[in-house]
């Protein structure tokens, strides 16, 4: 028979003779892995029952699993003033304004996608996400450049997980119907991409504010921080640029004449098979070329932030 004996170091009783195998690992890991089978059995379920109840579920938790996995492994490695309601309220908060700055200021200023497009994109997404970090960072009683990273992944992944719920629930509907297989498909694209994207993006931007912050007391636009945000704006604006240049590179090795002028014609000429294959590979090469990059960057904010910051980087 079991016995509960009480540990002098902690405030919760143990079981003797019971190992607690349920909390091995770190918490991010269990949510990803729970998560990731209650998705999975969701699909399965919805696809052999055809029940549209389960599509809400489907939706939500496919967009909102990674962003909050990687948000709860940033919150891991936060100081002691990034508590767990600040960073739900950046990455509700955060991600909301963001989504909605975002889609009132690209209708009204950005209408055909383009090279100058894409950097407006960029440019408004990364100013509204900044913007409402500033918002939510005003009062805090410290700042270091490692919190300003944390927040900034809860801003950039909630700005994430609300995009890519809008993004799943419009796949779901097609010229023939309701397409699960279109939800799905978009679900697993998007969040094989969430961790090379927004979130990465303003933490960058999150530890360059509150590093200047840390030296001023406050918030404040540098010329560092401008720096830093031209940085991710490139890289935001390359991001979604991708599959345009990765166009222009197929018509480059392999268009043929007819191509080139029906093209000069301002029409559509068909492509081959190969064309299509090589177009594939060239987008997934420029998108993987982008996030090494940015997690280049990241790597090294990352190693001077927590040289900077005196706190211990581990987990909580």
Request: hydrophobic share 50%; charged share 10%; proline share 4%.
């Amino acid at each position: 028979m079991t016995q509960a004996a009480e540990d002098p170091g902690s405030k919760a009783p143990t079981i003797t003779g019971i190992t607690p195998r349920w909390r091995a690992g770190p918490s991010w890991a269990r949510i990803l892995v729970i998560g990731l089978a209650l998705w999975v059995a969701s699909v399965l379920t919805i696809f052999t029952t055809g029940n549209p109840n389960l599509i809400p579920t489907v939706i939500l938790l496919g967009s909102f699993l990674i962003p909050v996995t990687f948000v709860v492994y940033a919150f891991e490695r936060a100081d002691q003033v990034v508590t767990a309601q600040r960073i739900f309220t950046a990455f509700v908060y955060g991600g909301v304004l963001g989504v909605l700055g975002a889609s009132f200021l690209e209708s009204a200023f950005l209408r055909q996608p383009s090279g100058l497009g894409y950097v407006g994109v960029g440019l408004i997404e990364e100013g509204v996400k900044v913007a409402a970090l500033w918002l939510l960072a005003r009062r805090l009683p410290r700042y270091t450049m490692r919190d300003g990273m944390v927040l900034g992944a809860a801003v950039g992944f909630g700005f994430a997980a609300f995009e890519s719920a809008g993004y799943a629930f419009n796949a779901l509907f097609t010229s023939t119907g309701p397409s699960l297989l279109n939800l799905v498909e978009t679900e697993v694209l998007r969040g094989i991409l969430t961790p090379a994207g927004h979130g990465l993006w303003t933490t960058i931007l999150g530890g360059a504010l509150f590093a200047t912050a840390a030296r001023r007391g406050r918030p404040r636009l540098t010329g560092a921080v401008l720096g830093w945000y031209a940085v991710v704006v490139l890289l935001h604006a390359l991001w979604d640029a991708s599959s345009g240049i990765a166009v222009w590179l197929t018509l480059l090795l392999t268009g043929t004449r007819r191509q080139w002028l029906l093209i000069r014609l301002d029409d559509v000429p068909r492509v081959t098979g190969g064309q299509v294959h090589l177009f594939t590979a060239l987008s997934w090469a420029l998108l993987v070329l982008v996030g090494i990059v940015g997690l280049l960057v990241l790597h090294g904010r990352w190693h001077r932030a927590t040289a900077v910051s005196p706190t211990d980087a581990g987990g909580r």
